[in-house]
């Protein structure tokens, strides 16, 4: 039996075999026995964090912060444990937005308090500007240039659109002193932006998708006895009220995502049967009851389906806006 590796023993190496001010390479920081990479330096740096709960007042998470971030070198500087390092603090939001979430002072850390008093993170480094510079010329590039498939560009497009309606939505609950609906996405989100041009693209699709509305938008009670259901559901029940859009969409997802996990979803409201069958699903997203078998085909239904999507997370904003 192959014995798992604990953070604490990724944390020990580090301080270790690291010199105190040397930059380091991420490749160069992975444990020999993590071979998922699943213990990443940027989760134990003193000025960037993934986090994305307020109700954490944006606080680090219980990783030992070893390393400073060169935004420039795009390398990890050792600073060792309860380092007096100075400096601001940077989110990467679900967007891939960056904001400034608090500062450090000779080792004193300063947290915002609040999610209106967030300031955007504005990169003053000439060269990091050069670098951005040219990306993004690179980018409005292949934007001019002349598509072969429409079809493929839609999928990041939409998904782009959605992921900005979230942000709202997350930035509103959090505005009314409530907990965001969706937890943090980031880690899966690609996964439903790539274009499903086979079966097993878009099972990976569909399972994602699954993921994002049922499982991102329920959360662990903190006070759990082992009795009853352990979960804190966040969707409105307007949102999954039956014979509504929203619910429609809502049970198409679990339906085709039955179709490959073979198990049914799982939510707090009665849907152990399910109300639709999976051909039932692809009728009313294609018109035809057969499942794709064509790369086309298969682009066409994500489409879709992330057009239901992008209608559903609309109605979700108006629900919430008008729960306020």
């Known amino acids: 039996m192959v014995r798992m590796l604990r953070r604490g023993e990724v944390e020990k190496r580090w301080m270790k ?10 490749k160069e920081l992975f444990h020999p026995k993590d071979k998922n990479k699943s213990f990443q330096p940027s989760d134990h740096c003193y000025n960037k964090t993934n986090i994305s709960d307020i109700k954490k007042n944006f606080q680090f998470h219980g990783h030992e912060l070893l390393f400073l971030y060169d935004l420039d070198q795009k390398k990890y500087i050792y600073k060792g444990p309860k380092a007096s390092v100075s400096g601001d603090v ?4 679900i967007i891939r937005d960056k904001y400034i979430i608090g500062e450090w002072k000779n080792g004193e850390y300063k947290s915002i308090k609040r999610y209106d008093d967030l300031k955007p993170f504005i990169i003053n480094n000439k060269k990091y500007k050069e670098k951005a510079k040219v990306l993004t010329d690179e980018k409005n590039n292949q934007r001019n240039k002349p598509s072969k ?4 560009e839609q999928p990041q497009k939409i998904t782009n659109r959605i992921r900005k309606i979230i942000n709202q939505i997350n930035k509103n609950q959090r505005n009314n002193n409530n907990l965001p ?3 943090d996405l980031f880690s899966i989100w690609s996964n439903i932006e790539e274009i499903c041009n086979s079966k097993n693209d878009f099972m990976n699709f569909a399972l994602n998708l699954y993921i994002i509305i049922y499982e991102k938008t329920r959360g ?8 009853g259901n352990p979960y804190i559901y966040r969707l409105p029940s307007e949102f999954t009220k039956a014979g509504t859009e929203t619910r429609k969409f809502f049970d198409i ?4 995502r039955h179709e490959y996990a073979h198990s049914e979803p799982v939510y707090n409201i009665p849907i152990s049967k399910l109300s639709y069958s999976y051909s039932d699903a692809l009728e009313m997203l294609s018109g035809n009851r057969n499942e794709p078998s ?5 682009r066409k239904l994500q489409v879709e389906i992330l057009k239901r999507f992008e209608s ?7 629900i919430v806006k008008k729960e306020a």
């Open 17 to 26: 075999h690291c010199r105190e001010g040397k930059a380091y390479e991420a």
């Open 90 to 93: 940077i989110w990467t939001n």
């Open 149 to 152: 498939n429409v079809i493929s």
């Open 181 to 183: 609906i969706f937890d």
């Open 220 to 227: 662990k009670k903190s006070h759990f006895n082992g009795k």
């Open 253 to 256: 997802v679990g339906a085709i």
């Open 294 to 298: 064509t790369s086309k085909e298969f």
């Open 312 to 318: 559903a997370m609309k109605t979700l904003l108006d």
